[in-house]
């Protein structure tokens, strides 16, 4: 299986287009190893955090060894997009002791992004990362005080249903 071509040919605006990628790869069993191994492409990853953040959605599951591959490739998301779709699929994913840090300066950057979706999702990454690792705890709930305080409303509300999520 190749899908490499369809990926990399996706404009990023069809959603149907996309998605009629989907439908015909999904069965595949591969078909999430060879997204997570499309990351590393500049030119596929807003195609494959599309997809991959759609299999989540459709109830399929994320190896601790593909989160592992994906959280090595987090430096390298290049569009915005494509850090908001893994910063979406966070909850799913397995974080490994030893991606922890990596996980967690991806997050402090996304915090000072540009884009509120970003910035709002990375708030949800910091409580996930908090409920993985209880040492993040403290500071996950300092930055979501601030972020109450300081954030666009839109990032607010984002906060809002992760944390009536959370209780």
Not at 33 to 62: P, Y
């Amino acid at each position: 299986m190749d899908i490499r071509p369809e990926v990399s040919a996706w404009d990023g605006k069809s959603a149907a287009a996309i998605r009629a990628v989907f439908n015909w790869y999904v069965q595949d069993v591969f078909f999430i190893d060879e997204l997570v191994a499309l990351l590393a492409e500049r030119q596929c990853q807003k195609g494959a955090t599309w997809l991959l953040k759609a299999c989540i959605e459709d109830d399929h599951t994320v190896s601790a060894q593909q989160s592992a591959i994906i959280l090595e490739q987090i430096d390298v998301l290049a569009c915005w997009e494509s850090k908001l779709h893994v910063l979406q699929i966070l909850p799913a994913l397995k974080i490994d002791a030893l991606h922890k840090l990596k996980l967690e300066r991806f997050l402090r950057d996304a915090l000072n992004a540009k884009n509120k979706f970003v910035r709002a999702w990375a708030y949800n990454g910091f409580i996930v990362l908090a409920t993985q690792y209880p040492e993040y705890q403290p500071e996950a709930e300092k930055l979501i005080d601030n972020a109450m305080q300081d954030e666009a409303p839109s990032v607010k509300a984002r906060i809002r249903q992760v944390m009536a999520r959370c209780s």
